[in-house]
């Protein structure tokens, strides 16, 4: 049994002093848990961050020892990632504890009602955490993710642009124009069943450039023949790990359908490759049927999935589970 004496000391991210920590702690867990997937890799923070790196967020880290050792974030509304290092798994019950509360007192301030289910992602594989959820009332609710890897230790095909197309990186390029191009990616997600726009501002961008994980050789372009931006992604490098990820990645509408995303995705993986990085990774929401078909074309092997494990809490006890498909 945990007591509260026990228990590191915990803390909700206030702004970039507590940056540091929370970096080195998605790096250690890149590592220290693969071939599992870790929630957290270093650009996963700073992509969830971007102009907010600033302010507060809706997150809270535990402390030990040698560092943080387990974090909790809802990375939007009702739908909590956790992660802890694998020697700390016990602080999954600590860190659910706070979500819980933390979820009670959000649908309090909302109006909402008290059975409005909370969500928590774990991967297909992770055996221990799943069983640490189901006994704290959880129960499968649905696929979250399908994630790929690509082993950088193998052979790595060349970036082959269509015709008129050339694949390049985004030093010295104007951040409003770059801004642009996620924008146009973005904008256009009917084939998913989504219609929204995208908010992603010059500010952001530029929010994105000032972290200490971004590097512009790792932010590809494909430059259409008309010289305009078609397609665009990030690669976040970690050299303690030696895994990078892509983050996001997105192709303009008019430009779709050319393999793109694998000619700027070779290409960094390329650049990985140089730097002593072992393995590429990159996820997407499994009926994101066009993303898969495009990572596959790049060299991706499918390697995990995860999936939302739900709970209802009971206003009085909170140990109502919600029941699963």
Known sequence: ??????????????GLDDLPALLAFASACTALRSPLRSSWHQGDIIWALQTGGDRPQPCRFWVGPSGVEALAWFESEGEVWIETLPASES????????VE?????????????ADTPLR??????????????????????????VGFRLDLDGPIPPPEPPPG???????G???????AAHRSAWNHLD???????????????LSLTASPVYDPTLDMLAVAPDGSLAANCICWPDAVSGV????PVGVALAHRGRRLASAMMREAMTRLKARGHREARVGTAPFNHAAIKAYLAAGFERADSSNWWAKTLDEQSGSSPCPGP
């Open 173 to 179: 390029v104007d951040p409003a124009l770059r801004a």
């Open 191 to 205: 084939h998913l069943g989504i219609a929204a726009t995208s908010g992603f501002s010059t500010e952001a961008y």
């Open 120 to 145: 928590i992602r774990a991967q297909a594989a992770d055996a221990r955490r799943i069983a640490a959820l189901e006994a704290l009332g959880y129960r499968r609710a649905g696929p979250a993710a």
């Open 244 to 247: 990078g990820i892509f983050e």
């Open 1 to 14: 049994m945990i007591t509260d004496a026990d228990q590191p000391a915990s803390s909700r991210y206030r």
């Open 101 to 113: 509360d933390a979820w009670r007192r959000r649908l309090a301030g909302l109006g909402k009602p």
């Open 91 to 98: 602080l999954v019950r600590v860190a659910v504890d706070w």
């Open 165 to 171: 197309y050339c694949v390049r990186d985004s030093v």
